[in-house]
């Protein structure tokens, strides 16, 4: 279906800016990278990622590394390996702080790569982590005693699970983001079912040390409770309104004691009076009958629940690749701190923070400008609210508070994380790391939200976190959180030339500041209150074409954020023209071509989450832009102003954008994101032979690094932007 669609960002002249000549050693490397992955063959007008990508995998023969993304990401790992093994080294020496944040992290690294394997055992985790005071769970029950089910309660064995991060099993646990608490039914979009077939299973039980002639029976019996509540879940999924009840309350409605239930989670006493958001209300009032369950099913199913939440944590060991990646995901502010230190030299970190914040600040100028021209026609105080929220945006530069002294505050922060000094054990590590970070997020309980320059990003769980190479923005907060590892050759040079730091970075930030003004973050303001103003721009007949389509949300960030990254380098460029050229490449083309290491990548085959496939994606970003068919002279596309067809020539303007073309995600995460679903894992197989080349323990990464540094590639498998 075709529509008719204005754009808002009015026709760019062409500018060629031109640069002092000193800059050529970096602008040199990055253009030959380009051209060295382009395929002459293919038409860049019809095939723009054949033409861009075409010679990729020729180019990066060599490279361990599907994308510029998964580059960028390992960069980081070799270089916190290095440093792990330099901390050894140095934890030798008499005088070593053992109560520093360096040798904090040294030890969790340690433990995950060396403790034995029986430490690592399911088994092992639900002996340290029972289902309460005095109890074992039901198999484990030595031998000759009776489990004692009288003393069994589902709902304070929830609650002694839930400080490990267990959650959305029977009840589902949140920190609203005004800081208040709410209860909710759990959701099955991923059943027991799904997750583990019964081979599977069968493995599981048997680390769980469930008796082989048992495992039959306890499979049918924990997934036949599963599908009970799965039921239950469906019968009240029409049921959403959201009540702001008192405990007292909500006891006297459920006759379920959930004042201690409550308390446990948060970690303190609470008044019965105190009030908790609760939604699906009937379902919580037919948990009732979970009384008349048998105590060591519900037992056995919140046990298995809870070793399927350990084991998408947990590692097993051996590889410094693995648990790199595990220290960073557990201990994101130590590691963070730590590659900063060593690998990132104060003056240049300064020089490339600011030069990004001046790119950032130059997409913000000419997004407000675009918006004040208001072609759509939104009413003031439509106009008003939109530019009220891209003036709040914040950039945050390595996910740490601004203002304060880094070491100073992550030291306090991990001050009473205890990482054992004596005997390696995985999951004893393990478990007091998960109870940490919980404990960090409960505190939030009923605590004043921080302010944009004092916040840091601290997902609920480990497995929450983006690549460390993925900028994302943050709807509730009105922040886009960016990486340290982003500010690396290839994909950051200070030095170089404007088109490639607006084509690369300066596209990666307008694509993450469009998620600010996208179907969810419109409707909420700078400080994550609901307000009005954005539902009724939603409901303009206009913006509903843009809402009906699959991926419409990551796929208008693409397109909207290439014409703002292209209006910001055109505004720039025209402010700093020079005589002098260092190259005889068009740079328009370079800049449309540097945009397109974002998307190419190895062939091997991913599913990707929010988004169309990379070859579909590119094509859809340069279809009809005037300035990139100028740029490759190709035919000019009559749909580009007036007509659109939304399948592939989509060219919505920033303002319908703002009007919530968007889909509003939690965390929009980035075109240098791995945006596709069990990234990890896939990401892990890419790089089995990259892990290999390291020795099991800690062999000195100092050879893969210069490898890498050898190397100007940019292996782009980029699923998300």
């Not at 002694?160 to 959650?167: A, E, F, K, P, V």
């Not at 918006?371 to 003031?380: E, F, M, P, W, Y």
């Not at 699959?550 to 290439?562: N, T, V, Y």
Request: net charge negative; aromatic share 10%.
């Amino acid at each position: 279906m075709k529509w008719i669609i204005c754009l808002l960002i009015a026709p760019i002249v062409a500018a060629s800016p031109i640069l002092n000549a000193a800059f050529n050693n970096s602008n040199t490397r990055l253009l030959n990278n380009i051209l060295g992955n382009v395929n002459e063959d293919a038409s860049a007008c019809g095939n723009y990622f054949g033409y861009a990508c075409g010679n990729y995998v020729g180019h990066n023969i060599n490279d361990y590394f599907s994308n510029i993304n998964q580059k960028l990401s390992y960069m980081m790992y070799y270089d916190l390996i290095q440093q792990m093994d330099e901390l050894h080294q140095i934890s030798q020496i008499p005088g070593f702080n053992e109560s520093s944040v360096d040798a904090k992290a040294l030890r969790y690294y340690l433990n995950c790569l060396d403790a034995p394997p029986e430490t690592r055992t399911a088994e092992h985790y639900l002996r340290l982590a029972t289902p309460g005071k005095g109890l074992t769970w039901p198999h484990l029950t030595p031998s000759g005693f009776e489990w004692p089910r009288d003393k069994f309660k589902w709902m304070n064995t929830l609650a002694n699970l839930h400080r490990y991060g267990l959650t959305n099993v029977i009840v589902n646990v949140e920190i609203t983001r005004n800081s208040m608490l709410k209860l909710s039914m759990p959701n099955f979009k991923v059943n027991l079912h799904d997750w583990l077939k019964l081979k599977d299973f069968g493995i599981t039980l048997y680390d769980m040390g469930v008796p082989y002639n048992r495992q039959n029976s306890f499979w049918h019996e924990v997934t036949s409770l599963e599908w009970f509540l799965e039921e239950l879940t469906n019968r009240n999924e029409d049921d959403e309104e959201m009540h702001f009840m008192s405990v007292q309350d909500i006891e006297w409605t459920t006759e379920l004691k959930w004042q201690r239930f409550i308390e446990a989670i948060v970690g303190h006493r609470i008044s019965s009076r105190l009030r908790v958001y609760i939604q699906n209300l009937n379902y919580f009032t037919a948990l009732r009958r979970m009384d008349f369950i048998h105590a060591e099913l519900l037992a056995n199913y919140i046990m298995t629940r809870f070793v399927l939440h350990i084991r998408k944590n947990a590692n097993d060991g051996g590889d410094p690749i693995k648990c790199i990646r595990n220290l960073r995901s557990s201990m994101s502010l130590a590691s963070s701190l730590l590659y900063k230190e060593r690998f990132q030299d104060p003056t240049t970190l300064e020089d490339n923070i600011q030069e990004v914040e001046q790119i950032f600040d130059q997409l913000r100028r000419q997004l407000i400008h675009q918006v004040n021209i208001n072609r759509l026609g939104l009413t003031s105080k439509q106009k008003r609210m939109v530019i009220e929220k891209v003036q709040a945006i914040v950039l945050n530069i390595g996910n740490i508070p601004k203002g304060l002294d880094h070491r100073s505050f992550v030291s306090r922060y991990y001050k009473d994380l205890e990482i054992s000094t004596g005997n390696l054990d995985y999951a004893r590590e393990h478990l007091k790391m998960l109870e940490f970070r919980m404990r960090k997020h409960m505190a939030q309980f009923q605590q004043p939200f921080p302010s944009s320059e004092e916040y840091f990003h601290m997902p609920d769980t480990i497995t929450d976190f983006q690549s460390p190479s993925s900028p994302y923005y943050l709807v509730d907060k009105n922040i886009i959180v960016m990486p340290y590892p982003l500010l690396q050759e290839p994909f950051f040079v200070s030095d170089s030339h404007d088109v490639f730091k607006y084509s690369l970075m300066g596209f990666t930030l307008a694509h993450e500041m469009m998620h600010a003004i996208g179907t969810r973050g419109i409707l909420v303001d700078s400080h994550g209150n609901d307000q009005d103003v954005g539902q009724k721009i939603l409901s303009l007949p206009q913006f509903q074409p843009c809402l009906n389509t699959e991926h419409h949300e990551e796929r208008l960030a693409d397109i909207e954020g290439l014409k703002l990254a292209f209006a910001a380098y055109s505004s720039r460029s025209k402010q700093s023209r020079n005589d002098e050229k260092f190259t005889s490449v068009n740079l328009e083309k370079i800049f449309f071509l540097n945009v397109a290491q974002l998307f190419c990548t190895d062939n091997y085959p991913r599913n990707f989450l929010h988004h169309d496939d990379h070859p579909l994606r590119l094509q859809q970003i340069v279809n009809g832009f005037e300035p990139f068919e100028r740029a490759f002279e190709c035919p000019r596309n009559s749909l580009q102003c007036d007509k659109c067809e939304f399948s592939a020539n989509v060219r919505p303007d920033v303002e319908a954008i703002a009007a919530a073309a968007l889909s509003g995600m939690e965390m929009g995460s980035g075109p240098g994101s791995e945006g596709y679903e069990d990234a990890d894992d896939e990401k892990s197989k890419a790089m089995e032979n990259a892990s290999q080349r390291l020795a099991v323990h800690r062999m000195t990464p100092t050879l893969e690094k210069s490898h890498l540094g050898g190397s100007t590639s940019s292996r782009i498998h980029n699923p998300g932007i």
